[in-house]
């Protein structure tokens, strides 16, 4: 690629994109990424995950611009001497929210930047991890009374036998307040702050560093991922992503995550994008 080659925002989904099923980076798409960073590209995380549970991966990356962290609620990376960007929970939608909906869920957690409120772990061993800069707070079922400062996700399991048709209701009452998303095959749901998406915070990054919208990747495997994949022009559903995904993406990459797909992909994209 030459000097005069334009530069792109590359945006990557972890957990079954940029990660490999084992939960880490192939030493092939770490040294791509290291070389494509090197060459001036921006290269960002677009994640569900809090920052504690991906700063190691942009550390071993080397990644020094911002990150989008809990689904586009927080843009911060600690190697900038800068602010973080928060978009919270309006959190008296999501405490009146919360406790009308609890016939229906066996647990649910809170989390801020740097706490974790909880009322039964044995549902969320995928949060639980990283801990050592995080406060924790675990109470029964009216914990979520005890969160006041700026909530970035909400995640609740839905009970054996009750339905996302009993819940989506309760939480529609809130829709000017905040948005919510069902998971796919799974027992779980999440409130999130209204307006606030993985594509919304990635234009704020690309803006920053006056990246036209035209050169911004992006790639993605899940429910999570829908606006994202369809704000932008150059998004990749990676081989392994969910089926209901494809409307949603312009491409679909040739290889899955644990066979070095974003490589495969990205350097195919080049080749015709000089």
């Not at 915070?201 to 990747?217: H, L």
């Not at 312009?250 to 080749?271: C, E, M, P």
């Amino acid at each position: 690629m030459s000097t005069s080659s334009p530069k792109y925002l590359i945006s990557f989904d972890l957990d079954g994109t940029l990660l490999n099923d084992k939960k880490t980076i192939s030493f092939r798409t770490k040294r791509y990424i290291k070389k494509l960073i090197s060459q001036g590209h921006i290269i960002t995380f677009s994640s569900g995950r809090s920052y504690r549970n991906l700063e190691k991966y942009a550390k071993e990356l080397g990644i020094t611009t911002p990150l989008i962290m809990n689904n586009g609620a927080l843009i911060y990376n600690e190697a900038l001497d800068e602010e973080k960007i928060i978009h919270s929970i309006d959190l008296e939608a999501l405490k009146k929210a919360t406790k009308l909906i609890l016939p229906y869920i066996d647990s649910y957690l809170c989390e801020t930047y740097d706490s974790l409120y909880y009322d039964d772990e044995k549902y969320f061993n995928f949060v639980f991890f990283n801990l050592e800069k995080t406060f924790l707070f675990k109470g029964d079922e009216d914990i979520i009374d005890q969160v006041n400062s700026e909530a970035l996700c909400f995640v609740a399991r839905i009970k054996e036998g009750c339905t996302k048709e009993q819940i989506e209701p309760i939480i529609k009452q809130f829709n000017d307040k905040v948005d919510y998303r069902f998971w796919w095959g799974d027992h779980y749901f999440e409130i999130v702050p209204k307006g606030v998406s993985k594509a919304h915070s990635i234009a704020i990054v690309a803006e920053k560093y006056k990246i036209p919208k035209e050169n911004i990747i992006v790639f993605g495997d899940a429910e999570n991922d829908i606006e994202m994949l369809q704000s932008f022009q150059h998004s990749f559903l990676m081989k392994n992503g969910h089926e209901k995904l494809r409307p949603y993406a312009k491409y679909i990459t040739k290889k899955d995550n644990n066979h070095n797909g974003i490589v495969q992909a990205l350097k195919s994209f080049f080749r015709t994008h000089k």
